[in-house]
């Protein structure tokens, strides 16, 4: 009993209150409102596609979660220069990360590529 | 102090990038556009954290030290970003068109071990520090956890796609030892988050748990075979848009917030129109309904031994010479063969004879959806000769000849027939409408599905067996000779 009132404590500190590794005070519930607000556009941006954009949509939304690449370089920015681990992992973060990015990038400018001629062509 | 501000703007100009760059890309005339958009984004977000980040700099009685610290190591960085573009544009520029769908598993697999990554070097800050809240952990845990099953799931995938694991391997009670393979990394998660476990021997756990989510992100794909693969593959994608998006949590980073759950829910929503699309359920295709049901169906087919007409080339040609409307049903034999030029070659014969032809496009036909779009794309078939299935299925009766290439599947009639079957409701190509079928398959194998297909023994269908590309090169000169 005590952990979940433990824990509706923390989700409500959580939900209304400070960020979590602040600099600033700001409060969490603008990222709560982020959330539910991306939540929704990504939907919205999502429903109206043809069949035929699937595969490079999925290939382009791949690309755009590389952005985990940013919170590897802050990781790596932190790293004590003398923590040999964390330096090696936090490399190997921002290799794979920017792989996923430019791949992912590159990946989905060829896929459309092959697209673009397509409706010139018609004319 | 103002650069603070500069960091804060330019993530959010990265996350109207994102937006746009998403919304064009789902209309094929600015799709290009919205790709480059999104690039650019992440291009301001990736500089503006290196130039701009500042952090305070805090002592053990969590007294801060020193304030706005930029990020150092910026020579490890710097590498790292290099050697990862250098390597992504190498893999992507190298790719076939046919490996699309398994290169992007396998960078969708990098972002997850990123995410990963991340958590498992930020949690001894925080887990040794008894003021750290439950959530903080919970989220850091829940990167890990989310990031290395993603992972390890995309690997698998890559590898089942890549032909490197072919069969669907099914340990025995898979579901029961996946289902506790998750409750017991989410009671971990919640042991660990809650500090139930003492400080001396949380990083054990913590690779415990690393381990655990490892081993269910393998164990999740292994079974999964079938049409069902993009849609794993989605599913994938948005975990670690998700994974992303804990980052996000963890640092108030905006960009990795926007970027991560804009990704999370427009996967998990394209997932599901994936499985609509098939007329399956989700849950259906992560427990694995395609597993026994396919088996069965199978040994039933071996059963009898059923009897089927063979063609060749030359008969073909004249089949198809002397016939007013053909319909190509591509299929990811024709991707595996290369086949896409020379099919191109012989729509373009046909059609300079006054034949009318279409090609159907099955939404899951391939590997991933719009996978035989793309493909076609590529030898410049024109885009309006494409036709989607539901436009087409009405257009069979009215067709002389329609040519299967390498599609199984996705034509089967079992799906409107046999409720026993495990495609049973998945909604198929009408090919047996037309006057003739003709089957262009490599033997008489069953499909990715590993189910038989009634369509091979039907009276008006006929085999033509080889590798697609061999077979219709051989057609095209048939054609030309006549």
Redesign the interface.
């Known amino acids: 009993m005590e952990?979940v009132i433990?824990?509706i404590g923390?989700?409500l500190?959580?939900i209304g209150g400070r960020?979590?590794?602040?600099?600033d005070a700001?409060g969490n519930i603008e990222?709560v409102y982020?959330?539910i607000l991306?939540?929704?556009?990504?939907?919205q941006?999502?429903?109206?596609?043809?069949?035929?954009?699937?595969?490079?949509?999925?290939?382009?939304?791949?690309?755009?979660?590389?952005?985990?690449?940013?919170?590897?370089?802050?990781?790596?920015?932190?790293?004590d220069?003398d923590n040999y681990v964390?330096?090696i992992?936090?490399?190997?973060?921002?290799?794979?990360?920017?792989?996923?990015?430019?791949?992912?990038?590159?990946?989905?400018?060829?896929?459309?590529?092959?697209?673009?001629?397509?409706?010139a062509?018609?004319d | 102090m103002i650069g603070?501000y500069i960091l804060e703007i330019a993530y959010l100009i990265?996350s109207v990038l994102?937006?746009f760059?998403?919304?064009m890309?789902?209309?094929?005339?600015t799709?290009?556009n919205?790709?480059?958009w999104?690039?650019a984004g992440?291009f301001i977000?990736?500089v503006a954290?290196?130039t701009l980040?500042?952090?305070?700099i805090k002592n053990d009685a969590g007294e801060i030290i020193e304030k706005g610290v930029?990020?150092?190591?910026?020579l490890?960085?710097g590498?790292?970003?290099a050697?990862?573009?250098i390597?992504?544009?190498m893999?992507?520029?190298k790719?076939q068109?046919t490996d699309?769908?398994q290169?992007?598993s396998l960078?969708?697999g990098?972002?997850g071990?990123?995410?990963a990554?991340?958590g498992?070097?930020?949690f001894p800050h925080y887990a040794h520090n008894p003021d750290s809240?439950?959530?903080?952990l919970l989220?850091i845990y829940a990167g890990v956890v989310i990031g290395s099953t993603s992972f390890a799931g995309s690997m698998i995938a890559f590898l089942k796609l890549n032909g490197n694991l072919n069969k669907d391997i099914r340990l025995p009670f898979y579901n029961v030892m996946n289902t506790g393979l998750i409750i017991a990394a989410v009671g971990l998660t919640i042991c660990l988050a809650?500090g139930h476990i003492g400080t001396e021997s949380v990083d054990i756990w913590v690779y415990i748990l690393l381990g655990l989510s490892l081993a269910y992100g393998v164990l999740f794909v292994l079974p999964i075979g079938g049409a069902d693969m993009?849609v794993v593959?989605?599913l994938l994608?948005s975990f670690?848009?998700m994974?992303?998006?804990f980052?996000?949590?963890?640092?108030?980073?905006?960009?990795?917030?926007?970027?991560?759950?804009?990704?999370?829910?427009?996967?998990?929503?394209?997932t599901v129109?994936?499985c609509n699309?098939m007329n399956r359920s989700l849950s259906a295709v992560i427990f694995g309904a395609f597993g026994t049901g396919g088996v069965a169906a199978a040994a039933v087919g071996d059963g009898k031994q059923k009897s089927y007409k063979q063609t060749s080339p030359s008969d073909l040609a004249v089949l198809l010479n002397y016939s007013s409307k053909v319909i190509i049903v591509p299929g990811y034999g024709l991707a595996v063969a290369q086949a896409q030029h020379v099919v191109h070659e012989l729509e373009s014969i046909l059609t300079s004879r006054g034949v009318e032809v279409k090609y159907a496009?099955h939404?899951v036909a391939g590997r991933?959806?719009?996978?035989m779009?793309?493909l076609l794309?590529?030898s410049?078939v024109?885009?309006?000769k494409?036709v989607?299935m539901e436009d087409i299925n009405p257009e069979f009766s009215t067709c002389d000849v329609v040519l299967v290439l390498g599609a199984n599947d996705v034509v089967n009639p079992a799906a409107k027939e046999d409720p026993s079957s495990p495609i049973y409701g998945m909604p198929i190509l009408n090919v047996e409408d037309a006057k003739h079928t003709v089957i262009n398959k490599r033997s008489m194998n069953v499909g990715y599905a590993g189910i038989d297909n009634d369509l091979f023994y039907r009276d008006k269908s006929s085999m033509l067996f080889g590798d697609a590309k061999k077979v219709l090169a051989e057609l095209v000169s048939e054609l030309k000779a006549l």
Request: aromatic share 8%.
């Open positions: 952990i433990e824990f923390d989700f500190q959580f960020c979590l590794e602040c600099k700001g990222m982020i959330v991306s939540i929704i556009l990504g939907i941006v999502i429903e109206s596609v043809p069949t035929v954009l699937h595969t490079p949509l999925m290939s382009g939304a791949n690309a755009i979660h590389g952005v985990v690449v940013v919170g590897a370089i802050i990781v790596m920015g932190k790293a220069p964390a330096l992992l936090g490399f190997l973060a921002v290799v794979l990360g920017t792989v996923n990015v430019v791949g992912g990038f590159v990946v989905t400018d060829r896929m459309l590529d092959m697209f673009k001629k397509k409706p062509k018609k | 603070d990265a994102y937006i760059g998403l919304k890309m789902s209309d094929p005339k799709a290009k919205g790709n480059l999104a690039a992440m977000a990736i954290t290196i980040y500042t952090y305070d930029h990020l150092g190591n910026k490890w960085i590498g790292g970003i050697i990862g573009t390597l992504g544009y893999m992507a520029k790719v068109m699309m769908p290169m992007v960078f969708n990098m972002g071990a990123c995410a990554i991340i498992l070097i930020e809240s439950f959530l903080i989220t809650g993009p593959i989605s994608n670690t848009g994974a992303a998006a980052g996000g949590f963890l640092y108030g980073n905006m960009a990795m917030l926007t970027g991560g759950i804009l990704v999370g829910s427009a996967g998990t929503i394209l129109v994936m699309a496009i939404p991933m959806p719009g996978h779009n793309v794309a590529e410049n024109e885009y309006d494409l989607e």
